[in-house]
């Protein structure tokens, strides 16, 4: 199984800290807790960061990270179904966000497997930095990514 994550060039370093997700919160944290986020696949990778385009983030100097996770290593695994009917809208933050922070409590996986709200049928993997399981990850060096023109017009 692989993961992937899209971030600017200048944090490749640290892509994997979860010192974002500390600092201003997530979809699936509060502020205050540390954690990764990826995704299945580049192509959702790349849609997740798309939809951050009107909040004026740009997207210029990009890199992609691919994570090997090895087949034994335990994940939980979040579906649709499991969540609250308005977990895709603002509403619902406030449930995932505890949901994803007491994941991160717990210690229970180095890797949570959540629906996305771009499409839920696919999954982002968020990473727990602080788990002992982190180092049977293997974190591939960044590559260039570039976002296809036609995507920003």
């Not at 994550?5 to 200048?10: G, H, N, Y």
């Not at 800290?17 to 205050?32: I, L, P, Q, T, V």
């Not at 997740?48 to 090895?70: F, K, M, S, T, Y």
């Amino acid at each position: 199984m692989h993961a992937f994550r899209l971030t600017d060039a200048k944090y490749a370093s640290t892509a994997f800290d979860g010192e974002g997700a500390r600092r201003f919160g997530g979809r699936w944290n509060h502020r205050g807790s540390a954690v990764a986020y990826t995704s299945e696949s580049l192509a959702l990778a790349t849609l997740e960061q798309l939809v951050h385009v009107a909040a004026g983030i740009p997207l210029n100097n990009r890199v992609a990270i691919r994570v090997d996770i090895p087949p034994e290593l335990p994940i939980r695994t979040i579906l649709p179904d499991q969540l609250p009917e308005d977990w895709r809208r603002v509403d619902g933050l406030r449930a995932l966000k505890t949901l994803g922070s007491e994941w991160l409590l717990s210690q229970e996986s180095a890797l949570l497997r959540v629906p996305s709200v771009i499409i839920p049928s696919e999954f982002n993997l968020l990473i727990n930095p602080a788990h002992p399981d982190l180092e049977r990850l293997h974190f591939h060096p960044p590559e260039p990514f570039e976002f296809d023109p036609r995507l920003l017009s």
